[in-house]
């Protein structure tokens, strides 16, 4: 019954690959959302949907895709991955985009670029 | 522009005492204010939110926090600490016209037996 859940949990790869992360949530929620965490634990948006729509995109590097294929799937594709690109990343969903709106996390992916 | 800010990179305290994790905030406009808390390798939860009404805001496992106006704070509070209470925790804060959330850059909360 996990309510965001995202695979891998971990993952390991080489620089240059291309890699995806998947992220799904089964609360019947309209918006998700992509947060990078850093090394140091701080936590930045990346990107959010809301109904299929990309409501948020921030100052990410081109390299990095969000897809979303239905409202309850929120995917991310990383390509040319770099050394720079070792984080926690983690997916979240909420009711919809309003400002009261709560978010709920997944559990992270652990990305380590080598 | 909106931030928020957890001066403290640790809070430590003996199991039983009460706790107190600081957050203050700046942005235009009215703020809605969250606390989210990480055990480690896991992700966040969800612990309480100030939308508007009572500044007093109570949430899950006994935390609870205080949004004050002029001071521009939103403290977390637990009258007893408790180990397992032991763990990361984000402050975040989002403005009326903003989709996005910002989180303070978090507390590592230790209490000890």
């Known amino acids: 019954d996990t309510a965001v859940s995202q695979t891998p949990k971990y993952l390991v790869t080489q620089m240059g690959n291309d890699k995806s992360i998947k992220c799904e949530q089964n609360?019947?929620?309209?918006?998700m959302y992509w947060y990078k965490q850093d090394s140091k634990k701080f936590l930045k948006i990346m990107f959010s949907?809301?109904?299929?729509?990309?409501?948020i995109n921030e100052t990410v590097p081109n390299r990095f895709s969000p897809k979303s294929p239905d409202k309850a799937h929120l995917n991310l594709h990383i390509n040319s991955l770099e050394l720079g690109d070792s984080a926690v990343y983690f997916c979240?969903?909420?009711?919809?985009?309003?400002?009261?709106?709560?978010?709920?996390f997944g559990p992270g992916t652990r990305l380590t670029v080598l | 522009a909106q931030s928020v800010a957890q001066p403290e990179d640790q809070v430590n305290v003996a199991e039983g005492n009460p706790l107190t994790v600081k957050c203050t905030y700046s942005v235009s406009g009215n703020p809605y204010l969250f606390w989210y808390v990480q055990y480690p390798n896991r992700g966040l939860q969800f612990l309480l939110k100030y939308i508007t009404g009572d500044n007093l805001v109570k949430g899950s496992y006994g935390f609870e926090a205080e949004f004050n106006k002029s001071q521009t704070s939103f403290h977390l509070k637990k009258p007893s600490a408790l180990v397992s209470d032991s763990a990361l925790y984000f402050c975040?804060?989002?403005?009326?016209?903003?989709?996005?959330?910002?989180f303070g850059s978090g507390t590592r909360l230790l209490v000890r037996p």
């Open positions: 979240a969903s909420s009711q919809a985009a309003g400002r009261t709106d709560t978010q709920y």
């Open positions: 609360l019947g929620h309209d918006t």
């Open positions: 975040a804060v989002r403005r009326d016209s903003s989709y996005k959330l910002i």
């Open positions: 949907y809301n109904n299929k729509e990309l409501i």
